[in-house]
């Protein structure tokens, strides 16, 4: 297995029992319809369709996994879900129809080793030739790409370094992807607060106890640009559930990252874009005097009222991963 020259790899490649970490990616778009997208999924990683509903279709691909295509409206689904095989009138597919023009597509990929990310490139390449619109496409909607990458452990030491480098970095990627208007306004990939910010960098090391009490306090939502619920409830569920009873969480040993936009109708764009500013998180991450150094600085910028300014952390950050190399 070689590794991608596109997708740049992080420090840490390997899970702890010795296997590659994966990544799953979402993609949403609108232009082309469920069956249309199915074609294209299938011509480019020469698969053939499976079973599904109006709404939804698995397409399993050797040597990859199942591919979900779907619907992005859970009324549909619900009612595609309810007729197939029913009698009576098909409320389904003409619901499904009428959906083009409002609801996104998404494709839902299964997860991939890293050192195998390319392997999506076809699919996004034959998605944007079936006609396939991503984000600039709607003035309302807020198509993105959303990445899931498994974490080396699922310790709180690991756990607890990650959140600290988003939290660091969390409006630099908000400017590094140029999230678009009608995303940043959605209440979809909102950022974790400057207060919840604070108390994760107070500290260089946060408990399993602490991660899970700071988050549930500040986040108990799934609209953040760095959703932390399945994970937490892979490790934990039923304390999630407490908090958050909500059927759409589903429990995976991943992150659940949504800031980037879906530009799938630019011929230069590729996933690699959107995991390759996802790699500074990764980067960071494993560098613990970094994180302490620019903790203490965050802190430091902190001012009573005002907090810390937005403008003038994205430049400090801008500045010192310049100084690294990384951008």
């Known amino acids: 297995m070689t590794s991608s020259s596109r997708y740049r790899q992080p420090v840490v490649t390997h899970r702890a029992d010795g296997s590659w970490r994966r990544v799953g990616f979402e993609l949403e778009f609108s232009g082309i319809g469920l069956e249309r997208a199915v074609s294209a999924v299938c011509q480019a990683l020469k698969a053939t369709p499976g079973a599904g509903t109006a709404a939804e279709r698995r397409i399993d691909v050797p040597g990859l996994g199942t591919f979900q295509v779907e619907v992005d409206w859970d009324f549909l689904k619900r009612v595609a879900a309810e007729q197939a095989g029913a009698e009576g009138p098909d409320w389904a597919q003409p619901l499904s129809q009428a959906a083009e023009v409002l609801v996104p597509v998404e494709v839902v ?7 195998e990310l390319e392997r999506l490139d076809p699919l996004v390449k034959t998605l944007r030739e079936a006609g396939a619109q991503g984000t600039e496409e709607s003035l309302v909607a807020a198509y993105g790409v959303h990445i899931n990458p498994e974490l080396p452990a699922l310790d709180a030491a690991t756990l607890s370094a990650y959140l600290r480098a988003f939290c660091l970095l969390q409006w630099w990627l908000v400017e590094r992807h140029e999230v678009n208007l009608a995303r940043k306004i959605s209440p979809y990939i909102d950022l974790y607060p400057e ?3 604070l108390e994760v960098l107070d500290m260089e090391a946060l408990d399993m106890e602490r991660i899970f009490d700071l988050y549930l306090q500040h986040n108990a939502t799934r609209n953040r640009a760095l959703d932390l619920l399945p994970l937490l409830a892979h490790i934990d569920e039923q304390r ?6 909500d059927p759409r969480i589903k429990s995976r040993p991943t992150f659940h990252y949504r800031l980037p936009n879906c530009h799938i109708e630019r011929p230069d ?11 500074i998180v990764e980067q960071l991450a494993q560098d613990d005097e970094a994180l302490n150094t620019l903790s203490a600085e965050y802190r430091a910028a902190h001012r009573p009222l005002l907090g810390v300014s937005r403008r003038q952390w994205i430049e400090r950050m801008q500045q010192w991963l310049t100084s690294q190399g990384w951008v």
Do not use: E, F, K
């Open 269 to 279: 764009w590729a996933l690699s874009s959107s995991w390759n500013t996802w790699w």
């Open 240 to 245: 999630v559930r407490a908090v958050v009873d």
């Open 195 to 197: 207060s919840y910010t």
């Open 109 to 115: 990929c299964p997860p991939i080793s890293i050192a």
